[in-house]
C-alpha cells in the first residue's frame, strides 16, 4: 500500500511538471494567440455588444510622480466622454523601475497591456518581437489626429515606414540656475564650455556649491551635462542624435566625461556620488547648489512651498547650454499592446484622447509639459503663474544645437551602468577611456 | 511500524504539491533555458554550454560578484551568528531589559528591505545624514564621508546594514533554549555550576541543531539578499558591492538576457547545494539530541 | 584577597562589556527609525540643515499628504489577509512534513530533504516570470489567495528547517509512551507533540509573517489591481523617478513600519505566553 502511494505520488509529479513546462513553453513568444483571446473574453465580462470594451492601462504617474495630476484629469475626462463605451482598467504602479520590470515580464510571457508607455528601452522589446501594432493604420485614416502630433513626433517614433508609438510630450531642456548666486559671484550664463568652467569657479569662490549632480538611479541631471558637451561639435552632435550607438570611445565622449570627472570631483555637492533626484533637487530648491540641468516639469517645485522656500521662484532663471544647444526630443509615448482588433481600436481611441489638443492642454496646464503641437498655448494664468516655463519655450526657439537625452539613445543596461561607472571615475579608479570602453562593453551585453 | 508509512505519506503529501506549484516550473524553466539563447520577446534557441562557458571565462563582474557573496557568506555565517547566540544568551538571563530588547533588536527585521535601505540611504546620505552629523558634532568640522559610494567604506556599510539579522537568530536560538527543560538548570545549579559554566557546557552544546539551521539560513540568505543593495549602492561603485543576486537580476531585467542570467541561476543553485551540504556535515543536523 | 579583586574586577568587565555590546545593538537597532521618525515632521529644508535637531515645530502635513496620496486603508488590509493565511497555510502543510521528516526514517528521505532545499537556493528574478504563468494558469492572478499560495511556499524551507530542528529536541520517549497508552499516529501528533513545539511554531510564524508582510516583487508582479496590492507597495509611491519631498517620505515610512512594529509586538505576547506554558517537559 505504501509502495503504491509512493510511486503515484511520484508519477503524478512528473505529470503536473510535464504539464507545466508544456504550458510554459508554449506561451512563450508570440504564439500567444489563443491564450491571450481567451483572457480578453474573461476580462469582458459579458460577451454582449453593450457592454464597454476593458482596456488595461499600467501606469507609473501616480503618487509624487510629477505627471501624476495631469494623469488623473486625461483618465477622468476621458471617462466623461467614452466611458459607456470604453473601460479603462487602470493598475498603479509607483515606481519606473516596477514598471518596466513588470512590463517586460507581461512581454515575456505573451500577456501584454492593451496601453504600453514605451519609455526606457520597452519599446525596443515589442518593435523587436513585433508585439504591438503599429499607427500607420489610424494615422491614414484620421488626418486631424495626424495633424496634432505633427509630422515631427511621428517620425521620431518610426522605424522602417512603421510607426511603433505616439508621441505624448516634447521635451525641451536647458539648464535652470540661481540668479541670485549669479549676481553675487558676477557671471552670467556661460556661452562656451569653457566660460561654463569658470563660472564654476567664480560661484566657488563666491562661496557657493556650482552644480547639483547625481551619479544614481539613472545619473539623470549628470547625463544632461554630459550630453550637452557632447552635443556642442559637429561629430558630437551626430553621435547624440544617433539611436543605439555601439561605440562610445568616441573623442567627444572621452573629452565629455573628462569634463564630468572634474565637476564630480570639484564643482558639486558632496552627496553628489550615489545621490538620486531627491537629492539633486533638493540641493538644488535649498539654494545649496546654483545650477541644475533639468527639464521644465521641475518649475513647479519652485513655487511648491513644501519644497522651496517662499519667493524661491523670483530667483530661478533658465538657460540654454554653451554653444546655444539644448535638447528637443519627443518622448517615446504610448504603443498598443492589445490582441483582438476591438481592443486595438478602443486602444487607438483612448490614446488618441491623450495625445490630442485637449490631453496635450492638460498635460500642459496640470504638468508643466511641452506640448506636440502649436495648437496649443499655455492660458494666461498659467503664464502668469509659471513665466519661467514661458522662457522654456523660448529657449527651446531660439537655441541652435538640439540632442537628445542618453536615456532616448541607448539599451536599458546602459542607463543602468552609470551609478556604477561614475564613482570609478570621480575616485580616479578609471580614466575617461576606460570608462567609455566600459559603456560600449555593457552596451555589447543587451540582447 | 509499517502502518506508519501510510501516515508519513499523508503528511508529506501536501508540502510535495506546494513545493511543485511554487517550485517545479521555475526549476524545469530555468535548468532548460540556461542552455539557450533568450531575451524578453524572443524564443529560446538551444546554444548548449555557452552560457557556462561565458561566466567562467569572459565575465569580470561575474568573478567579481562571486566573490563577494563568498565573503559575505562566510561573514554571514560566523560573526553574525555569533553576535545573535552572544546576544540570545545575555537575553536567557532575563534581566529587566529583556523583552524591551528583544523587540527593539527585531524592529529592523521587521521592515521591508525596501524600507531599511532608504532608512541607510538617509542617514548615511554624506551631507544631511545623521551619522555624518553626529561626527561633525565632535568637532570634526566639514566631516562629509560618503559611506556607500567611496571605494574604501562601500562594502563595509553594505556588510553593516546586514547586522540586524542577528536578531532573528537571537530569536530562534532563545525559542530552542525555552525547550530545554528545566530541571537540566536546577540540577546543574545544584552542582555548584555558575552561569558561564551553564552557558558553556549546557546550552550551547544543546543548540548545536538550531546554530547549524541558524547557520545555513544565514549563509543562504546571502544568496538571495539585493533589495538593500539595490536601494542603496546598485552594486557600486564599479562593481564593488555587486552580489551574486543582484547580478543576476540586473542580467535578467537590465541586459534582457534571461538565458544568461538563469545559467548563473543554475550555478547559484549548485553552489548553494554544496554550501548547505558543508554547513550540515559540520554541524551534524538530522540528528536528535541525546 | 588579590584572587577575590581580581575576579570581581573580570566580572566587573564581563558585566560592562555586556551593556556596551547590548546598547550598541539597541542604538543600531532602533536608531535609523527614530531619526526618520523625528524628522518626519520636519520640512524639507529643515531636514537638510539641522538634521538632528527637534523639529522647529510638530507639522502633521506630512502625514496627511501620505495618507492622500496612497491608499494606505486597503493595502492594510489586504497584507494582514495575506499573513495571517499564508502564515497559517505554511505551518499546517510545513508542521505536518516537518515532524515526519525529523522524527522517522523512510525511504527517499534524503532525497525528498535534498530537493526541499532546493528552494532555499532558486533566485527570486528567476522565479519571476515562471512563478507568474503558473500564477496565471491556475487562474489566480490579482488574488490574494494566489498571494498566499505563493508566500507559503517561499517561506517553505525557513519553517522545515526550523520546525525540524525543534522537533529533533523531543525525546523519542514522547511517541513510545504515547503508543503505550494506545494513541494512533495522528492522535499522537495533535495531542502530544504539538502542545510542547509552540516555541518552534511561534519562531516559524513570526518568520513567514514578516516575509509575508515585507514581500514586494512578486506582490507586484502576480497582481494587478489596489484591491489585491500590499503594504510594501505604498512606499514606492513616494520615491518615483522625479520626486523630491523627503519630509513626505519619511512620513510614509513611518506609517507603513509602525504597524508592523505593533502587530509584532502583539505577536510577540503570544509567543512568549507559549514559551512559558509550553516548555514543562519531561
Known amino acids: ?440 562593453d555593457t552596451s555589447a551585453k543587451n540582447k | 511500524m509499517s502502518k506508519n508509512k501510510g501516515y508519513i505519506s499523508l503528511f508529506l503529501l501536501p508540502t510535495i504539491v506546494l513545493f511543485l506549484i511554487v517550485y517545479a516550473v521555475s526549476l524545469v524553466v530555468l535548468v532548460g533555458t540556461s542552455f539557450t539563447e533568450w531575451s524578453t520577446g524572443t524564443k529560446p534557441i538551444f546554444i548548449g554550454i555557452e552560457n557556462y562557458v561565458k561566466m567562467f571565462t569572459d565575465d569580470s563582474d561575474f568573478r567579481r560578484s562571486l566573490l563577494n557573496t563568498g565573503i559575505w557568506i562566510l561573514l554571514q555565517s560566523t560573526i553574525h551568528v555569533l553576535i545573535g547566540v552572544v546576544f540570545a544568551l545575555i537575553l536567557n538571563m532575563k534581566q529587566f531589559y529583556w523583552k524591551f530588547a528583544r523587540t527593539v533588536y527585531m524592529v529592523p527585521n521587521i521592515i521591508s528591505g525596501a524600507a531599511v535601505g532608504m532608512l541607510f540611504l538617509c542617514i548615511l546620505n554624506p551631507e544631511f545624514g545623521a551619522v555624518n552629523s553626529i561626527i561633525r558634532l565632535f568637532g570634526v568640522s566639514d566631516f562629509s564621508q560618503n559611506w556607500f559610494m567611496d571605494y574604501g567604506t562601500s562594502f563595509l556599510s553594505v556588510t553593516m546594514t546586514w547586522l540586524p539579522y542577528a536578531a532573528i537568530v537571537s530569536m530562534l536560538v532563545l525559542a530552542e533554549i525555552a525547550a530545554i527543560s528545566e530541571s537540566l538548570f536546577e540540577s546543574a545549579r545544584i552542582d555548584g555550576a555558575n552561569e558561564f559554566q551553564i552557558n558553556l557546557h549546557i546550552i550551547i552544546p544543546m543548540l548545536r541543531n538550531i546554530i547549524g539551521t541558524c547557520v545555513i539560513l544565514a549563509g543562504t540568505s546571502m544568496l538571495q539578499k539585493l533589495d538593500i543593495i539595490m536601494m542603496t ?58 | 584577597m588579590n584572587g577575590v579583586i581580581g575576579l570581581k574586577g573580570l566580572k566587573l568587565l564581563v558585566s560592562i562589556l555586556k551593556y556596551i555590546f547590548l546598547l550598541s545593538i539597541i542604538i543600531l537597532s532602533i536608531g535609523p527609525f527614530l531619526w526618520v521618525f523625528i524628522s518626519s515632521f520636519k520640512t524639507n529644508s529643515e531636514i537638510l540643515t539641522f538634521s538632528i535637531g527637534w523639529p522647529e515645530s510638530f507639522r502633521f502635513s506630512n502625514y496627511l499628504m501620505a495618507f492622500k496620496i496612497a491608499p494606505l486603508a486597503q493595502f492594510y488590509l489586504n497584507s494582514v489577509i495575506v499573513a495571517i493565511f499564508g502564515t497559517a497555510l505554511n505551518l499546517i502543510v510545513l508542521g505536518m512534513s516537518a515532524y515526519v521528516i525529523s522524527r522517522f526514517d523512510f525511504k527517499f528521505k534524503k532525497l525528498l530533504m535534498a530537493i526541499f532545499s532546493l528552494s532555499l537556493l532558486i533566485p527570486g528574478a528567476a522565479m519571476l516570470q515562471p512563478l507568474y504563468m503558473t500564477v496565471n494558469t491556475l487562474g489566480l492572478y490579482d488574488k490574494l489567495i494566489g498571494l498566499v499560495l505563493v508566500y507559503a511556499g517561499f517561506g517553505l524551507p525557513a519553517s522545515l528547517y526550523i520546525l525540524s530542528s525543534y522537533f529533533l529536541t523531543i525525546p523519542k520517549e514522547m511517541e513510545e509512551s504515547a503508543n503505550l497508552d494506545g494513541a494512533g499516529f495522528i492522535r499522537t501528533f495533535v495531542e502530544i507533540i504539538l502542545p510542547i513545539s509552540k516555541p518552534g511554531f511561534g519562531a516559524a510564524a513570526v518568520l513567514q509573517f514578516l516575509l509575508c508582510w515585507n514581500e514586494l516583487q512578486f506582490a507586484i508582479t502576480l497582481t494587478t489591481g489596489n484591491k489585491s496590492r500590499t503594504l510594501p507597495l505604498a512606499l514606492y509611491y513616494f520615491k518615483s523617478q522625479f520626486a523630491s519631498d523627503y519630509g513626505v517620505m519619511f512620513a510614509a515610512t513611518v506609517i507603513v513600519i509602525i504597524p508592523s512594529i505593533v502587530v509584532y509586538v502583539l505577536l510577540q505576547k503570544q509567543v512568549v505566553s507559549g514559551l512559558t506554558a509550553g516548555a514543562v517537559k519531561g
Open chain 1, 1 to 440: 500500500m505504501n509502495k503504491s502511494i509512493i510511486k503515484s505520488c511520484l508519477s503524478m509529479t512528473m505529470v503536473v511538471a510535464m504539464t507545466a513546462s508544456l504550458i510554459a513553453c508554449g506561451t512563450n513568444g508570440t504564439s500567444t494567440d489563443t491564450k491571450a483571446a481567451d483572457t480578453q473574453v474573461a476580462d469582458t465580462t459579458k460577451v454582449e455588444t453593450k457592454a464597454p470594451v476593458k482596456l488595461t492601462y499600467p501606469t507609473y504617474r501616480v503618487g509624487t510622480h510629477a505627471s501624476a495630476a495631469f494623469e488623473k484629469e486625461q483618465l477622468a475626462k476621458f471617462n466623461e466622454k467614452f466611458g459607456k463605451e470604453i473601460e479603462v482598467v487602470v493598475e498603479e504602479i509607483p515606481s519606473d523601475t516596477a514598471y518596466n520590470d513588470k512590463l517586460k515580464i507581461l512581454a515575456a510571457s505573451g500577456d501584454l497591456p492593451d496601453v504600453v508607455m514605451g519609455k526606457n528601452g520597452i519599446n525596443e522589446i515589442l518593435i523587436k518581437g513585433n508585439l504591438a501594432t503599429p499607427f500607420n493604420e489610424y494615422m491614414d485614416k484620421d488626418a486631424e489626429w495626424k495633424s496634432e502630433i505633427g509630422d515631427a513626433a511621428l517620425a521620431s517614433n518610426t522605424r522602417d515606414g512603421k510607426i511603433w508609438s505616439i508621441s505624448d510630450q516634447k521635451q525641451i531642456v536647458g539648464y535652470f540656475y540661481n540668479k541670485e548666486m549669479f549676481e553675487k559671484a558676477g557671471i552670467k550664463p556661460a556661452e562656451t564650455w569653457d566660460e561654463f568652467m569658470t563660472n564654476c569657479d567664480k560661484l566657488k569662490a563666491a562661496g557657493f556649491t556650482p552644480l547639483a549632480m547625481m551619479t544614481g538611479e539613472n545619473a539623470w541631471t549628470t547625463n544632461l551635462l554630459l550630453a550637452a558637451i557632447v552635443g556642442s561639435s559637429d561629430a558630437g552632435n551626430k553621435f547624440m542624435n544617433t539611436l543605439h550607438p555601439t561605440s562610445f570611445e568616441t573623442p567627444e565622449m572621452v573629452a565629455g566625461l573628462k569634463q564630468i570627472q572634474v565637476m564630480l570631483q570639484k564643482y558639486t555637492t558632496k552627496d553628489a556620488l550615489g545621490a538620486v533626484y531627491a537629492n539633486a533637487a533638493n540641493n538644488f530648491c535649498q539654494s545649496k547648489a546654483a545650477i541644475i540641468a533639468n527639464g521644465p516639469w521641475m518649475i513647479g517645485d519652485f513655487s511648491d512651498k513644501t519644497k522651496s522656500p517662499e519667493g524661491f521662484d523670483k530667483k530661478v532663471g533658465i538657460s540654454t547650454y554653451p554653444g546655444n544647444g539644448s535638447f528637443s526630443t519627443y518622448e517615446v509615448g504610448y504603443m498598443i499592446g492589445s490582441k483582438t482588433q476591438e481592443a486595438k481600436d478602443a486602444a487607438a481611441k483612448f490614446i488618441k484622447y491623450k495625445t490630442s489638443i485637449e490631453g496635450q492642454s492638460i498635460a500642459l496646464e496640470l504638468g508643466n509639459v511641452n506640448p506636440l503641437s502649436d495648437k496649443v498655448q499655455p492660458s494666461d494664468a498659467f503664464k502668469q503663474k509659471y513665466p519661467l516655463f514661458v522662457e522654456t519655450i523660448n529657449v527651446g526657439n531660439k537655441s541652435t544645437l538640439n540632442y537628445q537625452v542618453f536615456d532616448s539613445l541607448v539599451f536599458p543596461n546602459v542607463t543602468d551602468a552609470w551609478k556604477s561607472l561614475y564613482p570609478e571615475l570621480a575616485f580616479d579608479k578609471a580614466t575617461a577611456e576606460e570608462i567609455a570602453k566600459k559603456l560600449t
Open chain 2, 233 to 290: 549602492t546598485g552594486g557600486g561603485p564599479g562593481n564593488v558591492t555587486l552580489n551574486l543576486p543582484m547580478y543576476i537580476y540586473r542580467t535578467a531585467l537590465m541586459d534582457n538576457n534571461f538565458g544568461y542570467s538563469n545559467a548563473i541561476g543554475v550555478f547559484l543553485i549548485i553552489f548553494g547545494i554544496a554550501l548547505v551540504m558543508i554547513y550540515r556535515g559540520i554541524f551534524k543536523i538530522g540528528k536528535t539530541n541525546e
